[in-house]
Structures are given as C-alpha cells and as structure tokens.
C-alpha cells in the first residue's frame, strides 16, 4: 500500500472520477504466452506437495513464475522480460534440469516444453502490453504506471514506476494506464484524480475483480460511491494453438491460490479449542451448529466447505453436452473432482426465488412459509431452553421415534428442512412448540410446500441452465462468471471451477455452502 501524505491530497481536486469514461479496461490475449503460463502453474500445483524437500525442484519453477511475474507487470518485450529473469536470477537451469528430470521422470515431456518455450521467448519481440495499444500513448502527457521490484532494463519516457505522481514536481496529466493492476492500486490512483483518464491493460488469463471498486477518501465535498469501469470489448485473436498434453491444464495463478492442508489445520484447532468446552449443554449447542463439509479449492482465488453431512450431500455442478447445452446436476460432494464447475446461489437469493417461483402455485404460499419459520424458531428457543438432551429425550416421551439423534435435530433446523420424515415424530415437536392443536395442518402445510418446491425447482433450474448456456466465455476462460436471472439481482448465481479438493471436516453451518476468502474463515 502507498502511504498517501496528506498535503499531497490538497495539491488535488477530485472532479472527473465519476464520469463514465474515467476508466476503461482493455482485455490483452496472447495464446501463446497464456499456454505457456497454463504448463508452469500444471507443473507447481501438481508437484507443490514435493516444494519443501526438494529445493532443485523449487528454484526451477520458481525462474519461470518470476519470468511470468516481470512480463505480468512491465511493458517490455517477451525477449526483455527473459533478460531481467536471467539478469536478476542466481539459477543455475543446466544443472537442475538433468536433476529433475530423473527425480520425475513422468513430467519430462512438460519439463521440456517449458525449456524449449523460454528459449524462444529469449528471442520474441512482442510487446504483450503495447503491441495493440500504442494509441492510448500519443504525447507526454500519458503516463504507464509499473507495478514491479524489477526495473526496466532502458528508459521509456512514458513508462514510470506506480511512485512516481508522489514526486513534488508532478501535476495532473492527461491519462496514466496501469497494468493488471491490483484493487489497491487503482483505488490509490482513481482517489487522486491525478489524471482525465484512466486506462487499465488487463492479460485475459490475470483474474482481477474491480467490482468493489468505490471512493473513500476523506472529502466532505464527495460521496462515498462505486466508480464505473467500462470494458472495452477486444475481438480475440484466432489461434491454432494445441494442447499438446494430455490431461487437465489448470488456470489458477498459484498466487490466488491457496494450501488446504493449513486451512484444514486451522479448522482442526478450532474444534480442539471446542472440545475442550467443559459445559455439556453449550457444547452440545456448539456441536449442533456444525455440520461435516469437505474443503475445495476454487478459481478466483476463492475456497468452499461443501456441506458433505448424512443428510446433506450433494452440490449442484454445471456439466456441457457435447452439443455445448448446459446441464445442471446434482452430484455427491464426494464425486466432485477438479475441473469441474460448482453452482453457489446464495442462501437469501435462493430462498427468494423459491418463494417467488412457489407463489405461482399456491395463493397462501406466504402464510406456508410463516408457519415453517414460526415452529422452526419455537423448536429453536426450546433448544436454548431445555438444552439438546433433554429436547430429544422430550421428543421420545411425546411420540417421537427412538432413534432420534443430535444430527437429526441438525436436519430439522435446516432452512431447506420442512418437516420430519414421519407424522409422529414431526407431532412431538410441535407438543414441545405448544403448537400441538395445529399439528396436522402444519404437517399437511408442509406437504404441500414440498410438493410446490419441486417444481419449482425445476423451473429456476430450466432458467440456470438457459441464463449460462447464452454466455459461458468468461466461465470457460477464466473459471467463473457471475449471472443473474431477474432485473433486480436477486436471484444471482455464481459459477465457480475446483481447483483442488481437500479433507472432510466439521465447520460451523454458516461458512458452508458458498465461495468465500480464506481469510474470512
């Protein structure tokens, strides 16, 4: 982060930055570099595990992510960018390539490619950043912002390190372009308004999210709101680049990327630190807010907990037809592998189109969802009352089956859940509920909601499947993409590719079932 002093906010006037040609964002393809990255991040998710205990190994991948890192945040040729690798690198390849090629040899075929790849690259001279974008540089008073510990290896009067408008000297120009730049940066920048216009170059295969782009700064002359960013549509190239590999080539940059082997680790702390909860019935209602979910390892740099319990299992997955038609199943948690393509919806936006969808078949369908919430949150206050034991112990006594158990309590207070398997047991709750006189109408309620959420849930499924069949170029390149499937965003869905899978766990319910930032756990 850029320490911004505040003097130098008084030097400027923020005015143009709302404008809705402030930003523009410029996307660049290059097939032949992306390829290229595509088999450095294979090899380093596939051989990661091995990282510690082989050191050869680990300097070896590592010359090319910083190949990959320069040409990722410098205007420079191809054939440039591999001379500051070399220049700045200790690396001795020629000893290490024979060394790893013997310690894995079923990867020599890969190895070889990425060799042979970066001797050519030694020699290219495109320009990734500027080849097709030398009309946004027309006078001085365009500036390239670099965001590098690396230095170019010549001056280029356009081009300056991101440091540079903190020069006392500096005035307001007439465009900066930043290159794939980070959410951090172009807020620093865009606060400013040191500039008319702003550019960003963006390499198609970079995963960057802008969407929470928004003004904070202190000026009591400005409101705090999103700024627009305008994508420039660029035609894509026509290629005939092959996969010359078989198998699965992973998008991921390992830098979005995380280690689920320390995520899990952390997760098990947390349940030892539970464990340890002397108090019966807390740690019985701390049990009861957990649920077994397996770890996965998502693109976008984001991860998810899959509810994997008895009683919920399964995920929705997007799968393609040969034919290109979208289909949306539901597959065992277990079954799940990456490469595959997980549907999140989330719990409100779920709820609100079933709702929505269930109203078209029922004229009470409001008062059906009163009486669900009303018993649930009854059930709910006589746990926090009586304590777990003695709910299911009541349960028994008032007709309940024998068998009841702490996870069937779970499944009950479930939002999806509308009612028991069995009229007894579903009449026991509601005598412990004090809503025993309504017990049979809440029950048949109950049926019939379930009933209307099946097709229902067929219909938001046709309308899934023909909103991602329109558009899949952003998921298929990029590994997600956002849809939404009414006017007002409330039935949004995000589609999500695995990376890696990880272990089974229990985790709190409320961190289960969606993408989310590891640092959010």
């Not at 024979?98 to 020599?108: G, N, R, S």
């Not at 965003?489 to 961190?511: A, C, N, R, T, W």
């Given at each position: 982060m850029i320490k911004i002093e505040n003097k130098l906010l008084d030097k400027f006037k923020i005015s143009d930055i709302y404008k809705d040609n402030y930003i523009k964002s410029y996307p660049i393809y290059n097939d032949k570099f992306k390829y290229f990255r595509d088999i450095v991040f294979y090899l380093s998710n596939r051989l990661k595990n091995y990282f510690e205990n082989d050191i050869n190994l680990k300097k070896f991948l590592g010359f090319y992510h910083r190949f990959i890192k320069i040409s990722n945040s410098l205007p420079l040729t191809i054939s440039d960018c591999a001379f500051l690798t070399v220049t700045n690198s200790d690396v001795k390849l020629t000893k290490i390539i024979?060394?790893?090629?013997?310690?894995?040899?079923?990867?020599?075929q890969e190895f070889d490619f990425v060799i042979n790849e970066f001797e050519e690259f030694k020699a290219n001279k495109t320009n990734l950043f500027l080849d097709n974008n030398l009309n946004l540089f027309y006078d001085n008073e365009n500036l390239i912002l670099y965001e590098s510990r690396y230095e170019p290896n010549y001056k280029i009067n356009y081009v300056k390190s991101k440091n540079y408008f903190l020069d006392p000297d500096f005035k307001k120009t007439q465009s900066i372009t930043l290159l794939n730049p980070t959410l951090d940066l172009l807020k620093e920048i865009a606060y400013l308004d040191i500039c008319t216009n702003l550019n960003i170059l963006n390499f198609s295969w970079v995963i960057r999210d802008y969407s929470n782009l928004s003004l904070f700064i202190s000026n009591s002359e400005v409101e705090?709101?999103?700024?627009?960013?305008?994508?420039?549509?660029?035609?894509?190239?026509?290629?005939?680049?092959?996969?010359?590999?078989?198998?699965?080539?992973?998008?991921?940059?390992?830098?979005?990327?995380?280690?689920?082997?320390?995520?899990?680790?952390?997760?098990?702390?947390?349940?030892?630190?539970?464990?340890?909860?002397?108090?019966?019935?807390?740690?019985?209602?701390?049990?009861l807010e957990k649920i077994k979910a397996?770890?996965?390892?998502?693109?976008?740099?984001?991860?998810?907990?899959?509810?994997?319990?008895?009683?919920?299992?399964?995920?929705?997955?997007?799968?393609?037809?040969?034919?290109?038609?979208?289909?949306?199943?539901?597959?065992?948690?277990?079954?799940?592998?990456?490469?595959?393509?997980?549907?999140?919806?989330?719990?409100?936006?779920?709820?609100?189109?079933?709702?929505?969808?269930?109203?078209?078949?029922?004229?009470?369908?409001?008062?059906?969802?009163?009486?669900?919430?009303?018993?649930?949150?009854?059930?709910?206050?006589?746990?926090?009352?009586?304590?777990?034991?003695?709910?299911?112990?009541?349960l028994k006594e008032y007709g309940g089956r024998k068998t009841i158990k702490v996870n069937n309590i779970k499944y009950w207070l479930n939002p999806k859940s509308l009612r028991t398997d069995d009229p007894e047991t579903f009449f026991s709750i509601m005598k412990l509920c004090g809503l025993f006189n309504k017990s049979e109408e809440i029950w048949l309620n109950m049926e019939k909601l379930e009933k209307a959420h099946l097709k229902a849930g067929k219909e938001i499924r046709k309308k899934i499947e023909d909103e991602v069949t329109r558009d899949t170029n952003l998921l298929f390149e990029k590994g997600f993409q956002e849809y939404f499937l009414d006017e007002?965003?409330?039935?949004?869905?995000?589609?999500?590719?695995?990376?890696?899978?990880?272990?089974?766990?229990?985790?709190?319910?409320?961190?289960?079932?969606k993408p989310i930032l590891p640092g959010d756990l």
């Open positions: 024979k060394i790893i090629k013997t310690a894995y040899p079923d990867y020599e705090t709101k999103k700024l627009k960013i305008n994508y420039i549509e660029v035609p894509k190239p026509k290629t005939n680049t092959l996969n010359e590999f078989k198998g699965e080539i992973f998008d991921e940059d390992i830098e979005f990327s995380s280690d689920l082997d320390e995520i899990y680790k952390q997760l098990e702390a947390k349940n030892i630190e539970d464990s340890k909860i002397e108090d019966k019935d807390q740690k019985n209602e701390n049990d397996t770890l996965f390892q998502l693109s976008n740099g984001k991860i998810a907990l899959l509810r994997n319990d008895q009683n919920d299992k399964s995920q929705d997955v997007i799968e393609q037809t040969p034919l290109g038609r979208i289909l949306i199943k539901s597959k065992k948690v277990d079954l799940i592998q990456p490469g595959e393509f997980v549907l999140f919806q989330g719990e409100r936006a779920k709820a609100n189109m079933l709702e929505k969808e269930t109203s078209k078949d029922i004229d009470n369908a409001f008062e059906l969802y009163a009486d669900r919430k009303d018993w649930k949150y009854r059930f709910k206050q006589e746990i926090n009352r009586l304590g777990l034991e003695k709910v299911i112990n009541k007002k965003g409330s039935g949004s869905i995000e589609v999500y590719k695995v990376i890696e899978k990880g272990k089974s766990i229990k985790v709190k319910f409320s961190i289960t079932d």
